[in-house]
C-alpha cells in the first residue's frame, strides 16, 4: 500500500471526473529562504602566538527557512478503533480517494527551520602544505522539521462520501517524515 504524501498525488481520485482533482501542487511551497556564509578573519595583532591562535579560523554557516509543503488527506474506513484506506468510487485504488469536499494536498506540514554550522582551524607547515581541523554540526538547534506526513486518512462515510468528525491534530500524529536530526562529524583535510 502506497504512503500519504505524494503517491496520492500522482493518481486520479476519479478517472470519469478530472474536474475533482483540482488543487494545489505536491510541490507548492509558497516561501523559501536559504542564506549561507563563511567567514576567515584575519587580525593584525604584533603579538606572534596570539595572531596565530586568533587567525587561520574559519566558521560556516546554513541556514533555511521553508514554509509549509502539502500532503493528500484520504477516505478512510474505521474499523476496530483504526482507519484503513476507503475506495469511495470503487475504482480498486484504495489509496487515492478523498472525502468529499476536500482537495487534492489541502494539508499543510509544519513550516521548516535548519541551522548548519562548520568551524575549521587551519595549520600551516609550508607555503605547499597545511593541514585543516574540522567541525560540523547539521540541525544544530535540533529542530523537529516535519517534510511530510504518511497515511493521512480521515474517517469517511462510505456511502456519502462524506467525512465523519474533525480533522486530526496532524502535528500531534506520530507517522510523519522530517529532516535528520542533530549530527556532528570532526574530520582532517591534508591540503597539498
Given at each position: 500500500?502506497?504512503?500519504?504524501?505524494?503517491?496520492?498525488?500522482?493518481?486520479?481520485?476519479?478517472?470519469?471526473?478530472?474536474?475533482?482533482?483540482?488543487?494545489?501542487?505536491?510541490?507548492?511551497?509558497?516561501?523559501?529562504?536559504?542564506?549561507?556564509?563563511?567567514?576567515?578573519?584575519?587580525?593584525?595583532?604584533?603579538?606572534?602566538?596570539?595572531?596565530?591562535?586568533?587567525?587561520?579560523?574559519?566558521?560556516?554557516?546554513?541556514?533555511?527557512?521553508?514554509?509549509?509543503?502539502?500532503?493528500?488527506?484520504?477516505?478512510?474506513?474505521?474499523?476496530?478503533?483504526?482507519?484503513?484506506?476507503?475506495?469511495?468510487?470503487?475504482?480498486?485504488?484504495?489509496?487515492?480517494?478523498r472525502p468529499v469536499g476536500i482537495k487534492r494536498n489541502s494539508g499543510k506540514t509544519p513550516p521548516q527551520f535548519n541551522l548548519d554550522m562548520r568551524y575549521s582551524r587551519f595549520f600551516h607547515f609550508n607555503e605547499r602544505f597545511r593541514l585543516?581541523?574540522?567541525?560540523?554540526?547539521?540541525?544544530?538547534?535540533?529542530?523537529?522539521?516535519?517534510?511530510?506526513?504518511?497515511?493521512?486518512?480521515?474517517?469517511?462515510?462510505?456511502?456519502?462520501?462524506?467525512?465523519?468528525?474533525?480533522?486530526?491534530?496532524?502535528?500531534?500524529?506520530?507517522?510523519?517524515?522530517?529532516?535528520?536530526?542533530?549530527?556532528?562529524?570532526?574530520?582532517?583535510?591534508?591540503?597539498?
Open positions: 500500500m502506497l504512503g500519504g504524501g505524494a503517491s496520492n498525488s500522482f493518481a486520479l481520485s476519479d478517472p470519469t471526473n478530472r474536474a475533482l482533482d483540482k488543487g494545489y501542487s505536491y510541490g507548492d511551497q509558497r516561501h523559501t529562504f536559504v542564506m549561507s556564509m563563511v567567514a576567515r578573519l584575519q587580525f593584525g595583532i604584533r603579538n606572534k602566538t596570539l595572531r596565530t591562535i586568533l587567525n587561520n579560523n574559519q566558521f560556516g554557516i546554513i541556514t533555511t527557512a521553508n514554509s509549509s509543503e502539502r500532503f493528500t488527506i484520504g477516505s478512510g474506513l474505521l474499523r476496530d478503533g483504526s482507519l484503513s484506506p476507503l475506495d469511495l468510487n470503487l475504482d480498486g485504488l484504495f489509496f487515492s480517494d585543516e581541523a574540522l567541525v560540523e554540526m547539521q540541525n544544530l538547534f535540533n529542530i523537529n522539521s516535519i517534510v511530510s506526513y504518511n497515511n493521512v486518512l480521515v474517517p469517511t462515510n462510505p456511502v456519502t462520501g462524506e467525512m465523519i468528525g474533525q480533522l486530526p491534530d496532524f502535528k500531534a500524529r506520530n507517522t510523519s517524515f522530517s529532516l535528520g536530526s542533530r549530527q556532528a562529524q570532526v574530520g582532517f583535510k591534508f591540503h597539498f
